[in-house]
């Protein structure tokens, strides 16, 4: 039998180094790849949380809202008028909130803190939206009028009464609804044991007459 010729072991050899080199250099590419493509999304989510607590705890908020305003003069009554309302409604709508969200614990289809959070956006939006309207940061100090000057004050008390009333809000929340619930839920399984017992027989009135 004849053997085989070196140049033919050499033919029959597995695949040339060069093709190895070319298949690790290939892979170490698409682990760069995949890292970077990590190290964004990474990098992104970041940068979500921080400008997310930083509005949280800033007071980030968005842009003033933009519509008509009231003349720069401030003499108009209609307008004026029209401001004292507006503040008059977030003052009203503050205070009934206090009383409705203690209400609303005893409720178990609901969440009285994030609806208390749905609330208070909408209300703070509102209460931008009267500052930009009547002018409250242009105009209050100027001498321009003693009106917008009492309501601008009025105005930045209101939001003092939020920052306060939400975090009263936060705390009866995580202190006292649950213990309220628990115990509405064992009151109501006291009377349901109470109406599955059978009903006795009325017992005679003291010093009833007895039918002869």
């Known amino acids: 039998m004849a053997c085989a010729k070196p140049q033919d072991r050499e033919l029959a050899s597995p695949q040339p180094e060069n093709d190895l080199a ?16 990590y190290l964004a999304f990474t990098f992104a989510a970041v940068i979500v949380t921080f400008f ?11 842009p003033p809202p933009s519509g008509p305003q009231i003349d720069p003069n401030a003499n ?19 205070h009934k909130e206090a009383f409705t969200v203690q ?26 939206t009267v500052a930009w309207r009547c002018r409250f940061r242009e105009l209050a100090g100027q001498g321009v009028s003693p009106a917008i000057d009492q309501m601008a004050a009025v105005h930045a008390a209101l939001d003092e009464l939020h920052l306060g009333y939400t975090g009263q809000v936060d ?11 628990k115990l509405s839920k ?24 007895q039918t002869r």
């Not at 997310?52 to 968005?62: E, F, K, M, Q």
């Open 22 to 37: 070319q298949d690790e250099r290939t892979v170490r590419r698409w682990k760069r790849a995949g890292f970077g493509i």
């Open 52 to 62: 997310s607590v930083l509005g949280v705890h800033c007071g980030w908020h968005a």
């Open 76 to 94: 108009n009554p209609a307008e004026l008028r029209t401001c004292h309302r507006d503040l008059d409604r977030l003052l009203r709508d503050l």
């Open 103 to 128: 209400a609303r614990a005893l409720r178990f289809d609901t969440n009285p803190a994030t609806e208390c959070r749905n609330w208070s956006k909408q209300w703070q939006l509102r209460w931008r």
């Open 171 to 181: 705390r009866f929340v995580e202190t006292y609804v649950q213990r309220l619930r």
């Open 186 to 209: 064992e009151l109501g399984e006291v009377r349901a044991t109470i109406d599955r017992r059978s009903p006795h027989a009325a017992a005679p009135s003291p010093g009833g007459s």
